[in-house]
């Protein structure tokens, strides 16, 4: 897809961040369409429908957070959160609500562009996995050809990062995937270094497939090592 053919909501209340953001997107041939609410960026999801959304977690009224909870209420677009400087906390509640990546105020054009780059490359993600259509263990069933994941019968709805994560995890499934595989596999190769949004990620994923999350028969953690999906 060419970036002319995507289109970018960027949220924030700061005219410069939207500016700096919109100039920077547009340089690199991204459609930009903008909204300064809360409101207004649900209103523009919902009826434009676009590729991406950029959004800052401090705006008054309808903050980020309540925005992304929203969104994630009818749709999956990818969302990327803008945070403050060395607010860990924050990236964790934004990831835990449904975002998808953060970028850290201040930030420079490279950045931005690298990371819109990574998240869009990752929803456009259509990989299958060997010769099977479909694995089932368990109470747990992965159609990989529709994309389509139930547990006990019923469909569960799985952010395009989290089935990108259920995914890396069945192709070994039965093996530990140390955790610098995941991150390239899942969130591409810039993520090479310790990544809060993979445990976060793991803990929503346990939370969905999961009939008892704090301990889970499915998706099982290697203290220090990893991931397994385990075959039960």
């Known amino acids: 897809m060419h970036t002319a053919d995507i289109s970018v909501l960027v949220v924030d209340d700061e005219p410069r961040y939207i500016k700096l953001v919109e100039y920077n997107l547009q340089g690199s041939g991204y459609r930009v369409v903008t909204a300064t609410c809360g409101n207004e960026a649900l209103q523009r999801v919902a009826r434009e429908n676009p590729d991406l959304v950029i959004l ?54 490279e950045e931005l562009l690298a990371r819109v780059e990574a998240v869009l490359r990752r929803s456009c993600f259509s990989e299958t996995i060997g010769p099977h259509p479909t694995l089932s263990w368990g109470d ?52 090479r270094e310790p990544f809060e949004g993979l445990r976060v990620y793991v803990r929503r994923l346990r939370q969905k497939i999961e009939s008892d999350p704090d301990d889970p028969r499915h ?5 220090g090592v990893g991931y397994m999906l385990a075959l039960q």
Do not use: N
């Open 56 to 109: 800052d977690i401090r705006m008054p009224g309808m903050d980020g957070y309540e925005v992304c909870q929203r969104i994630r209420d009818f749709s999956v677009v990818p969302i990327i959160m803008l945070t403050a400087k060395g607010e860990d906390s924050e990236k964790v509640r934004g990831l835990r609500l449904g975002a998808d990546d953060y970028i850290t105020k201040p930030f420079s054009a």
């Open 140 to 191: 747990l069933s992965i159609d990989f050809a529709q994309r389509r994941v139930t547990v006990a019968g019923r469909e569960v709805k799985l952010s395009p990062t989290e089935y990108r994560l259920l995914h890396c995890l069945a192709a070994h499934a039965g093996r530990v995937v140390v955790q610098q595989e995941i991150l390239e596999k899942v969130w591409g190769p810039e993520y």
């Open 219 to 223: 998706i099982v953690t290697h203290a």
